[in-house]
Structure formats: structure tokens, C-alpha cells
């Protein structure tokens, strides 16, 4: 698999797979490297005949992240550049069906929750805050205070109800229990620089990845954080976004200012694949749930690819570049 979609004049900021069908996507973009202009959202199905944007929707800012409910197979969240977070029904061709403004800046990561008892999303923003959601109310449910600049990442824990991670350019990844958001549980000074992105593994409820500006990713085990379980080197710029496997409990990716995508072993402390198959900087990421091994990413380049690393296809073999 190694498919191409040109988001001609929409730099791409953000890509996720559908929870519920294994050949729809969707992806953020931005006019302009999401400076000025308005954001594009694309619902994008795979086919014999390579990928087909089925619907196209604009906002007028730019769209930087975007998550999908994990309770309806038609609603998705974006968050843009106005400070908005977005809800959409992709049947409804209209344009969206609701839109909160809570944030005072930039909403850079929104997820839903990966508990399926809960219908919670979460928004993280340059204003320094999180806010918890509930698709069904008209304003936020809790705010989270206490970063002390902007707020990158925002991820649910997979195994722990009402658990999620922040990751902040603070230089500190911060995890909440979201019935108690006036102080985090724990604060890990996990890098020495700006920390643009964490993820949780989905094997194991106590590890918690970060990536940062210095281009390492660490892994932490939250409840003895003192040092990282794993310190992986090699991208030479920002770290942008990482993504640990459904599939494989030791591989995680990430996609960085360097214009790579990298596949890791953590247990080894190495890459095993390195993918330039982009010419701008690397801003989205992810893995298929249906189909092992299949992955997404999306550039500045102006380019969306779907693809499977030779790595994944054969975990046994390595490929260091």
C-alpha cells in the first residue's frame, strides 16, 4: 500500500483513521502553513482507484487537529486556529453542525475519549489550558489550569477511565484524572525543550511517550518518572508527532520538522525504518486499527499519504537509514 493525495493550496496539519471503517479517513489542513487564510477538513475513502476526497469542508481559519467520536461514525472534531473547536457530521454537507468558543488563541490538539462508557473530548490550546467537552452540552465541562505555555498535545489514556496526558511547551507533560482539574496528578520535566506531542502505549496503562523540539522521544513510566524508560535519537529537528501500535507492543512512529516519518523500537533504542517520502515539514500521523501495519501521514508539502512500511510488513527485519 503506498497511496498519495495532493491537498493542493492546504498545508496538512493532522490525520486520523476512522474507528469504525477500515477505508475512511479524515485530515486538517491550513491554507498558508496555517499563518493566515481559511482550513480545509477532507473525508478522504480508500479504493482501487487511490484516495477519493468523498467530502471537502472549510473553515475560516486554519484547521490544526482533528479527532473522531468514538460513539457515532459521522462526527468528528477539529480544532482551529480562531481559538473554535469544531464539531462535524459528515452527511451534512452544510458545514458544521456546532462550533464552542471557550479557547482565547489556537486550539492545537482535540481528543476524544478512548473509554467507550465515555463521550468526553478533550481540546488543548496556545491559551495554556485544557478543556474537557461533552458533545451533548453547549459549553465545557472543566478547565485544566497550570501550564505555563502553550498546550501542544492532549491525549486519553486508553486503559484508565477519565485519565489523559498533556504536553505543553513548558518543557513538561502533566497527567490528569478529569473529575479533579484544579491539580494534575503528576508533572514529568520530561524534556529540556518545548514538548510538541505525547502518547500513551496500548499495552501498558503506565507508559507515557513524549517527543519535543530537541528531536528526542522518551518514554516514561508515570508512576517513577525520575528518569525515562527509553530515550530514542535520531530525527535532527522537532519531534512533531508520535503514535505508539495497536498491533505491536514495543513500535512506536513519529514524523518530524526533518521532513521523516520513523518507525522505533523502544525496547532497543533504535529506528528501525525511516521513511522521505516528504518534502516539508511532517505534521500528521497515524496508524490503521483495521489493517496491521497500514499508516497515514500529511505535510506542509501539500501531500497525504497512506502506506505501509517494509518494516511493519516483516517486523523481523531492520532497516536504519
Known amino acids: 500500500m503506498n497511496l498519495s493525495l495532493q491537498t493542493k493550496g492546504r498545508h496538512g496539519y493532522s490525520v486520523e483513521f476512522s474507528p469504525f471503517f477500515p477505508t475512511k479517513l479524515a485530515c486538517a489542513s491550513s491554507q498558508y502553513y496555517g499563518i493566515a487564510g481559511c482550513g480545509t477538513l477532507y473525508i478522504i475513502e480508500t479504493g482501487p482507484n487511490g484516495l477519493i476526497p468523498q467530502t ?10 482533528i479527532t473522531w467520536a468514538e460513539n457515532n461514525e459521522n462526527i468528528l472534531v477539529t480544532g482551529a486556529g480562531d481559538g473554535h473547536v469544531v464539531v462535524w457530521d459528515i452527511n451534512q454537507k452544510r458545514g458544521p453542525i456546532k462550533a464552542y468558543k471557550e479557547h482565547t488563541k489556537e486550539v492545537n490538539s482535540v481528543h476524544w475519549s478512548q473509554t467507550r462508557q465515555e463521550h468526553y473530548f478533550l481540546s488543548g490550546s496556545w491559551d495554556k489550558s485544557v478543556k474537557l467537552w461533552d458533545i451533548s452540552r453547549s459549553q465545557s465541562l472543566a478547565t485544566f489550569l497550570g501550564h505555563e505555555a502553550i ?13 489523559f496526558a498533556s504536553a505543553s511547551g513548558d518543557h513538561t507533560v502533566r497527567v490528569w484524572d478529569a473529575r479533579r482539574p484544579e491539580t494534575p496528578q503528576t508533572v514529568i520535566p520530561a524534556h529540556s525543550s518545548e514538548i510538541l506531542t505525547c502518547d500513551w502505549s496500548k499495552y501498558d496503562q503506565n507508559l507515557l511517550f513524549t517527543g519535543a523540539v530537541d528531536g528526542a522521544i522518551r518514554g516514561w513510566d508515570i508512576r517513577n518518572p525520575q528518569t525515562p524508560i527509553c530515550d530514542l535519537r535520531g530525527h535532527s529537528l522537532a519531534v512533531r508527532r508520535i503514535k505508539t501500535s495497536a498491533f505491536q507492543r514495543n513500535i512506536l512512529a513519529s514524523v518530524s520538522y526533518d521532513f521523516t516519518t520513523r518507525l522505533w523500537d523502544f525496547t532497543i533504542n533504535m529506528a528501525v525504518e525511516t521513511l522521505e517520502h516528504h518534502t516539508e515539514f511532517v505534521y500528521g500521523l497515524d496508524f490503521n486499527l483495521f489493517k496491521p501495519g497500514e499508516m497515514a501521514d500529511c505535510s506542509w508539502d501539500e501531500v497525504l499519504r497512506v502506506f505501509t512500511p517494509k518494516s511493519l510488513i516483516n517486523p523481523g527485519m531492520t532497516l536504519q537509514h
Open 56 to 65: 471537502v469542508f472549510d473553515w475560516n481559519d486554519g484547521l490544526f487537529d
Open 151 to 163: 498546550v501542544y498535545s492532549v491525549r486519553w489514556c486508553p486503559h484508565i477511565p477519565g485519565s
